[in-house]
């Protein structure tokens, strides 16, 4: 495969116009840390962003940063570290569920998060990644310079492109400019650690908790396997709930007394302070306690239905794994080959919901469905959209396109 590294908007555009002209499809990536997404790309020639980098502005003020798609995330992190921001949504950095010897820790860059739609435990409270791509200019598949949205946020009419391109993985154009709204970083940061018997029993106080006014940032429900694997000693129980708790500090240990007079009187709870707690979520939202293992699948479902369907998946199979978002993103790991299988079946008798393959073999990858099988409705708008933006589908071919459900 052909590489290409692109450095300016005019040479992004000059290869996209030549790849139109003589049909070859093109691989799009930053730095490659989510190849392992998505079905694999067979394409001529690669579009390689990893030079495409650089701050363009960045205005603390405003709570506005512009940079270009290739900018490490890490990059990104750091400058608004600087001035105590942050991204609101929380990307998770995965690299190292696909890493090998010779990996980069920090290759992540701010247009794959965007182009995959990556958010963290905190979008149960923030929102996702979409909701903070304030705006962006990008090449299309017709080989076309186009921009959408603006510094500020403010209803318009027409259509709202930055919804359509987070989470597209390149298959609709290819991001130039990316302007993000940011926050106030917290002042302190406390996890609420609550050991009880099953997952079950924790979901429901994570549920309590998430119901009341405390307005918690992050939830996470882990079996005791997980627990020991996150250094976090919840003696004989099987299982705990872990609330995080953002904010000023005066008002996050007030909201701290809140969750003990919701527990029941006999109930432990212990905490975690700002640099223990930072380092828990981050584990968490990287999925590192499962980082290991062959194959993950990250679903979406209904908060109250998650510790339901991860035991039924867990009846049938042998899987590790834990809850997030208050319960309504379910972690799985496992290695059976009809792991696929049991989850699609699962899935659709407890609520429904989005089984997404996150991590497998490239032999596995190219046989199922790695995103959700969409009824055939779904998946004509979306194959029209795509033709829209990219009609000889010269971008990312096949990578998100799954089996159409019945």
Request: charged share 20%.
């Given at each position: 495969?052909?590489?290409?590294?692109?450095?300016?908007?005019?040479?992004?555009?000059?290869?996209?116009?030549?790849?139109?002209?003589?049909?070859?499809?093109?691989?799009?990536?930053?730095?490659?840390?989510?190849?392992?997404?998505?079905?694999?790309v067979n394409a001529q020639k690669c579009i390689s962003m990893k030079n495409y980098t650089g701050i363009?502005?960045?205005?603390?003020?405003?709570?506005?940063?512009?940079?270009?798609?290739?900018?490490?995330?890490?990059?990104?992190?750091?400058?608004?570290?600087?001035?105590?921001?942050?991204?609101?949504?929380?990307?998770?950095?995965?690299?190292?569920?696909?890493?090998?010897?010779?990996?980069?820790?920090?290759?992540?860059?701010?247009?794959?998060?965007?182009?995959?739609?990556?958010?963290?435990?905190?979008?149960?409270?923030?929102?996702?990644?979409?909701?903070?791509?304030?705006?962006?200019?990008?090449?299309?598949?017709?080989?076309?310079?186009?921009?959408?949205?603006?510094?500020?946020?403010?209803?318009?009419?027409?259509?709202?492109?930055?919804?359509?391109?987070?989470?597209?993985?390149?298959?609709?154009?290819?991001?130039?400019?990316?302007?993000?709204?940011?926050?106030?970083a917290p002042e302190v940061a406390y996890s609420c650690i609550v050991p009880t018997s099953d997952m079950?029993?924790?979901?429901?106080?994570?549920?309590?908790?998430?119901?009341?006014?405390?307005?918690?940032?992050?939830?996470?429900?882990?079996?005791?396997?997980?627990?020991?694997?996150?250094?976090?000693?919840?003696?004989?129980?099987?299982?705990?709930?872990?609330?995080?708790?953002?904010?000023?500090?005066?008002?996050?240990?007030?909201?701290?007394?809140?969750?003990?007079?919701?527990?029941?009187?006999?109930?432990?709870?212990?905490?975690?302070?700002?640099?223990?707690?930072?380092?828990?979520?981050?584990?968490?939202?990287?999925?590192k306690p499962l980082s290991k293992s062959d194959q993950i699948w990250q679903i979406s479902t209904p908060?109250?239905?998650?510790?339901?369907?991860?035991?039924?998946?867990?009846?049938?199979?042998?899987?590790?794994?834990?809850?997030?978002?208050?319960?309504?993103?379910?972690?799985?790991?496992?290695?059976?080959?009809?792991?696929?299988?049991?989850?699609?079946?699962?899935?659709?008798?407890?609520?429904?919901?989005?089984?997404?393959?996150?991590?497998?073999?490239?032999?596995?990858?190219?046989?199922?469905?790695?995103?959700?099988?969409?009824?055939?409705?779904?998946?004509?708008?979306?194959?029209?959209?795509?033709?829209?933006?990219?009609?000889?589908?010269?971008?990312?071919?096949?990578?998100?396109?799954?089996?159409?459900?019945?």
């Amino acid at each position: 495969m052909k590489l290409l590294y692109p450095d300016t908007l005019e040479s992004l555009q000059n290869m996209v116009a030549e790849a139109l002209a003589e049909e070859t499809a093109l691989k799009i990536e930053g730095c490659g840390t989510l190849d392992g997404v998505g079905r694999p790309v067979n394409a001529q020639k690669c579009i390689s962003m990893k030079n495409y980098t650089g701050i363009i502005d960045y205005d603390p003020a405003e709570l506005v940063l512009v940079a270009r798609a290739g900018t490490r995330l890490r990059e990104v992190e750091e400058l608004l570290a600087s001035e105590n921001q942050l991204l609101a949504f929380e990307p998770p950095h995965f690299n190292s569920l696909y890493e090998d010897a010779n990996a980069q820790p920090t290759n992540q860059t701010i247009g794959g998060v965007i182009g995959a739609g990556l958010a963290g435990s905190r979008r149960i409270s923030a929102g996702s990644a979409r909701d903070y791509l304030l705006g962006f200019t990008a090449i299309s598949g017709r080989a076309e310079l186009f921009k959408s949205g603006s510094r500020v946020m403010k209803n318009v009419t027409g259509y709202d492109l930055s919804k359509l391109m987070t989470g597209s993985f390149g298959t609709l154009a290819i991001m130039d400019e990316i302007t993000l709204k940011v926050l106030p970083a917290p002042e302190v940061a406390y996890s609420c650690i609550v050991p009880t018997s099953d997952m079950f029993a924790a979901q429901k106080i994570v549920g309590q908790i998430f119901a009341s006014p405390v307005e918690a940032s992050g939830g996470v429900i882990v079996p005791v396997e997980i627990a020991k694997a996150l250094s976090l000693d919840i003696g004989e129980q099987g299982a705990a709930a872990i609330i995080r708790i953002e904010g000023i500090e005066i008002s996050v240990l007030d909201r701290i007394n809140q969750i003990r007079e919701l527990l029941c009187k006999t109930q432990e709870c212990f905490l975690l302070e700002n640099q223990e707690t930072t380092e828990l979520w981050r584990a968490l939202c990287n999925g590192k306690p499962l980082s290991k293992s062959d194959q993950i699948w990250q679903i979406s479902t209904p908060p109250a239905s998650g510790p339901s369907l991860f035991k039924a998946i867990s009846d049938r199979t042998d899987i590790s794994g834990f809850l997030d978002w208050a319960g309504g993103l379910v972690w799985i790991a496992g290695k059976s080959e009809n792991l696929h299988d049991i989850i699609r079946t699962e899935l659709a008798s407890h609520g429904g919901g989005h089984a997404t393959l996150l991590k497998a073999d490239i032999n596995l990858r190219q046989h199922i469905s790695v995103f959700q099988p969409l009824p055939s409705a779904l998946h004509a708008l979306e194959m029209r959209v795509r033709d829209a933006f990219d009609p000889r589908h010269i971008l990312n071919p096949n990578r998100t396109l799954p089996a159409i459900a019945s």
